[in-house]
């Protein structure tokens, strides 16, 4: 069995940074692709990040240039850094991890942008 738990979500002022971490366990295996989502009330839920063959990179528009992407191995971690935030940065965020045909979520941690 698969699990995914998010941490480093909060409440930051306008122009502030977070780390976002998801953290894995279970089996795997060798090929997956990994990728931050978000979710605002009101809002479908929507890709943010992904990572496919762990060097691949894709963005939301609404994010290039301010978020990256990236992970530890070592640690069964994948990393969300979110740098010059906004107000309508604020959601939910989610961890998806697409392995062997089966994929599987976070339960999320609460981003709020907010002065």
């Known amino acids: 069995q698969v699990h995914l738990v998010e941490s480093g979500g909060g409440l930051v002022q306008p122009g502030g940074s977070l780390r976002l971490s998801c953290a894995t366990s279970?089996?795997?295996?060798?090929?997956?692709?990994l990728g931050w989502y978000r979710q605002a009330p009101g809002n479908e839920r929507e890709l943010v990040a992904h990572?496919?063959?762990?060097?691949?990179?894709n963005y939301a528009d609404s994010v290039k240039g301010r978020f990256t992407i990236s992970r530890d191995n070592a640690k069964n971690t994948v990393w969300l850094q979110m740098n010059s935030l906004k107000p309508e940065d604020t959601a939910v965020y989610y961890c998806?991890?697409?392995?062997?045909?089966?994929?599987?979520w976070g339960p999320g941690t609460r981003v709020t942008v907010s002065s």
């Open positions: 998806r991890l697409s392995a062997g045909g089966n994929v599987y």
């Open positions: 990572l496919t063959d762990g060097v691949n990179t």
């Open positions: 279970g089996s795997i295996g060798s090929v997956y692709t």
